[in-house]
């Protein structure tokens, strides 16, 4: 917009910037949906931070966590009264002020390799995630959809839930070497069957609806059918699922990895972590105590925001609310 003055000028208006901050209306959404959604609001928010924590953990005062000190192992994290002592000025600062989370048996800084081995955890937990519901999401669509093939599919899938995941993925890890891909392979083989089931007891409903019966009389093709029609209502029950085989998944490769089976001893991991804590449990339980209690955070975090999903997308319990 311009303008003119007396004296003839002729003056530009800069054009408005689009607000950055919500408007009061916008904050009242937000708060509106907060106050229905509570799980959602918290799981989310712990998710967020998770994520954070491992994106930025180079920029979080962390040290090499593979680097070896052996004249500092074993050191205990600074404890409480001695960071009161050492701000009020009644003692030096303490020994161990640069390891927060104290040292492993090797001299390895602790509090580096739980933020490190958060990248391990949510990488398998998202990996695993997304490979299984794909995976059983397109299994399950054809076993629902095509009568042919349903009970031949879902007898070999009714013979991998025999197997409990832990076991079928620690015989699948003893067929390959340890990395992070193989571990991400033999859990997602282990929890898409689960997946499958549900969406093929969605698509058994959702087939039987007026309106897929319209489209097959219409002669829409079975592929048009299953994208336009099946595959969007199996979304929200699909995104629930989505979230506890993420949370089951971080649980499973910390296993694997306790026992050796899962992920190299080299890459920091909350599951080796603790594996390599477990001899000093009695004297020098701080180093299982942190990654036990990022991981258990995480998977409570992720477990809540499924819960709070469910919540949201299931329409009975949203008449409630």
Known sequence: MSATTQDGVRITEAPALPAILPTPKQRGRIMGFIYRHPTIAVGGALVGIMILI??????LGTKDPTALAPARRTREPPWINEWWAYWFGWSPRPRNADYWFGTDMLGRD????????SRVSLSVGFAVAFCA???????????????????????VMDGLMSIPPILLAIALMALTRASVQNVIIAISIAEFPRVCRLVRGVVL???EQPYVEAAIASGTRVPKIIWKHILPNTLAPLMVQATFICASAMITEATLSFIGAGTPPTIPSW????AEGRALWQVKPYIVFFPAIFLSITVLSVNLL??????ALDPRLAKRL
């Open 133 to 155: 519901a794909v995976t059983g999401t397109l299994v399950g669509l054809i076993a629902g959809f095509v009568r042919k093939v349903d009970a031949i599919v879902m007898r």
């Open 205 to 207: 409903s959702l087939r």
């Open 54 to 59: 491992a994106i930025f953990a180079p920029l």
């Open 306 to 311: 499924g819960d709070g999903l469910r919540d």
């Open 271 to 274: 599951g080796n972590i603790m």
């Open 110 to 117: 602790v509090y580096s390799r739980v933020l490190y081995g």
